[in-house]
């Protein structure tokens, strides 16, 4: 068991064969042509996987998981790795529990803040926001899940398992200890099949916006262009790691 | 100046917009590859061919592919197709009397057509190449199968595309148009194709 402190009642424990584990979500997506230059971005070892580069909004929730019942918001960029592999760095994620905050933190390097952040249906609309703090809203996300996205397209949006990229980092003290190093873990989405036998995704006309541009939480700095697919879906998930990369 | 879809004009007017758009040639400056597009007969499309005007875009369609070629509809469902409208592959098509013809499909019970010419497509061949269009053209059957992209649906799909009704990366993610070929590339290049179908759908359609 990977575990992190206090060493006899740690925040978080996570199987390392099994991962992180998760049940009964749902979310909404958005993938994105990005208006502005993001190498700035990016660390060393990852470079945009398209030009104009090209990321996406993931706002979620999970019901259930072995680190919690929690909200979570995620932006990504679409890179490649110097192997040549296609995942997604992530340069600002935020959740709503302490323990999914930890893990992510300190085992996958994952920059996860504390926020307040929702998934709310509401007459034809799905709608996600993130807020930080509470009553400064950063990202709102609203789509209306029309369409069976029945097309293969979405299992190379989202292919199993999707890799992703975040920085481990532990400031050194006096020049001892620190700790820079690219990590690579995974998300493997199993979609939910509905009776019919077809998974449950759904696409639609959507819009996000940036509602209240932060300096503190410049998630607004990944601009977008153009959204090209909005997708609604439920799934259960499983969250492990393949690699460090590179120590920096 | 609107045009009618489907019909030469309108693939010409594709080929102006595409070669003249300056956004295009910036997103689609790395685009190395051509697609072939099998737009499937349906009930939407025997019923746009009572319109003789659309009627006699197809068959110029068809016209534009020269004798030697239009051999290869020989034993195919698309002859099947033109037998069911009363024509054959050797039919001088200039010829034709459009308006009798689109008459006369009216009075077709669409069911039976379409039964005869199952699986009945137009194929259109797009060839892209480092921003431009280079070439666009009707292609016969068994033409530029291994075209880098395949986009295959029924006419009625392809034309909420055509008509900016829907946008190409929706109809591929719902499923209603497919997409055969190499979507890693094709993931690298979603602004191109977003461009691209944005400057079809800007073609005013004849209705």
Request: aromatic fraction near 10%; charge should be negative.
């Amino acid at each position: 068991m990977l575990r992190g402190i206090p060493f006899d009642s740690p925040l978080y424990e996570v199987d390392e064969d099994r991962g992180i584990e998760y049940r009964n979500c749902d979310a909404i997506t958005g993938f994105f042509t990005i208006k502005n230059d993001i190498s700035d971005l990016l660390p060393e070892g990852l470079k945009p996987y398209s030009e104009p580069a090209q990321g996406g909004i993931w706002i979620s929730h999970y019901s259930f998981s072995t680190v919690g019942e929690y909200h979570e918001y995620i932006t990504v960029i679409q890179v490649e790795d110097e192997q040549g592999g296609m995942g997604y760095y992530i340069p600002y994620i935020y959740v709503t529990n302490d323990s999914a905050l930890a893990a992510g933190r300190e085992l996958a390097g994952a920059p996860k803040k504390l926020a307040t952040i929702d998934l709310i249906k509401e007459n034809d609309v799905v709608m996600g926001y993130l807020e930080r703090p509470t009553g400064k809203r950063l990202v709102t996300f609203v789509m209306k899940p029309n369409t069976r996205a029945a097309g293969d397209m979405i299992d190379f949006v989202l292919p199993k398992p999707t890799y992703l990229y975040s920085v481990r980092h532990l400031p050194p003290i006096k020049g001892k200890g620190g700790v820079t190093q690219l990590v690579k873990w995974y998300a493997e989405i199993d979609f939910h099949v509905d009776p019919n036998g077809e998974k449950v995704i759904f696409n639609g006309p959507g819009t996000v916006t940036y509602d209240s541009p932060s300096a503190i939480d410049p998630v607004h700095k990944v601009e977008i262009e153009n959204l090209l697919t909005a997708i609604y879906f439920q799934f259960d998930m499983k969250l492990g790691f393949v690699d460090i990369l590179r120590e920096y | 100046m609107a045009v009618v879809y489907p019909s030469k004009e309108w693939m010409e007017e594709l080929y102006k917009k595409v070669n003249s758009d300056e956004e295009y040639k910036k997103v689609a400056a790395n685009w190395e590859g051509d697609y072939l597009c099998v737009v499937e007969l349906d009930e939407e499309a025997l019923k746009d061919f009572q319109n003789p005007k659309v009627l006699k875009g197809f068959l110029e369609m068809l016209d534009s592919i020269p004798k030697e070629r239009r051999e290869k509809f020989k034993g195919t469902v698309n002859e099947g197709l033109l037998v069911a409208l009363g024509l054959s592959v050797d039919t001088d098509i200039s010829t034709v009397d459009v308006d009798e013809l689109a008459k006369k499909i009216s009075e077709m019970d669409p069911k039976v057509v379409l039964e005869a010419a199952k699986g009945a497509s137009l194929n259109m061949w797009l060839d892209f190449w480092h921003g431009e269009l280079r070439n666009v053209a009707v292609a016969a059957p068994g033409e530029h199968e291994d075209a880098k992209f395949k986009l295959i649906g029924p006419y009625s799909v392809f034309k909420q595309l055509v008509m900016g009704k829907a946008d190409a990366i929706t109809l591929v993610v719902s499923g209603k148009l497919k997409l055969q070929g190499d979507m890693g590339y094709m993931m690298r290049n979603m602004a191109a194709v977003r461009k691209f179908t944005e400057l079809m759908s800007s073609i005013p359609i004849e209705s």
